[in-house]
């Protein structure tokens, strides 16, 4: 047998001997600790007016949970509906948890400047920072179209005042 062969074939049994362990051991005997977000239905897409915001609370009624939803009237980053337009994001600032509410500004699809240092987020490009004292992107909420109904179903993003977006 050539080295390069001898190497090749050791290879492939290392690989081998390591994904039984790791089947034999860890993933059978411990149990799933996943967390899923509430399904939750927030509006119809009929109802829906480009540059209107919705608000809503999501994913529970706790602190900082107060979102908003908005027909843009053009493409974005996780956007629903026939044209892509449809998108969802929490509502407090990332920075310093300034309220956002209000601030959502039609000609630049943004939201903000933040009351208190004056972050701006971009709601066509899942709600990066425009401009401003944050450094993470806005929470969006994420959602589901059925039918004509519209659904939010999880959040990209650390919600801010949490530890964990699902705080039971
Ligand atoms: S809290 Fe919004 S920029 Fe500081």
Same mark, same amino acid.
């Given at each position: 047998m050539s080295r390069r062969k001898f190497l090749l074939t050791s290879g492939v049994s290392t690989a081998t001997v390591m994904v039984t362990m790791n089947m034999g051991t860890s993933l059978a005997d411990v149990p799933a600790m996943v967390a899923t977000y509430p399904r939750k239905k927030i509006a119809k897409l009929s109802d829906l007016k480009n540059d209107k915001p919705v608000d809503f609370e999501y &994913?529970?009624? #706790?602190?900082?949970?107060q979102s908003m939803l908005v027909k843009l009237g053009q493409e974005a980053g996780g956007g629903i509906g026939p044209q892509k337009d449809v998108v969802a994001f929490n509502n407090?600032?990332? +920075? %310093? #948890? #300034?309220d956002l509410t209000g601030t959502y500004k039609a000609d630049t699809k943004s939201m903000g400047a933040? &009351? /208190? +240092? /004056?972050s701006t987020y971009d709601l066509?490009? +899942? #709600? $990066? /920072? $425009?401009?401003? %004292?944050?450094y993470q992107s806005l929470p969006q909420v994420l959602l589901e179209l059925k039918g004509d109904d519209i659904y939010a179903v999880g959040v990209f993003g650390l919600i801010f005042g949490r530890y964990d977006n699902l705080q039971g």
């Amino acid at each position: 047998m050539s080295r390069r062969k001898f190497l090749l074939t050791s290879g492939v049994s290392t690989a081998t001997v390591m994904v039984t362990m790791n089947m034999g051991t860890s993933l059978a005997d411990v149990p799933a600790m996943v967390a899923t977000y509430p399904r939750k239905k927030i509006a119809k897409l009929s109802d829906l007016k480009n540059d209107k915001p919705v608000d809503f609370e999501y &994913p529970d009624k #706790g602190a900082y949970a107060q979102s908003m939803l908005v027909k843009l009237g053009q493409e974005a980053g996780g956007g629903i509906g026939p044209q892509k337009d449809v998108v969802a994001f929490n509502n407090f600032c990332t +920075h %310093q #948890g #300034g309220d956002l509410t209000g601030t959502y500004k039609a000609d630049t699809k943004s939201m903000g400047a933040c &009351p /208190l +240092h /004056l972050s701006t987020y971009d709601l066509t490009r +899942h #709600g $990066i /920072l $425009i401009s401003g %004292q944050a450094y993470q992107s806005l929470p969006q909420v994420l959602l589901e179209l059925k039918g004509d109904d519209i659904y939010a179903v999880g959040v990209f993003g650390l919600i801010f005042g949490r530890y964990d977006n699902l705080q039971g």
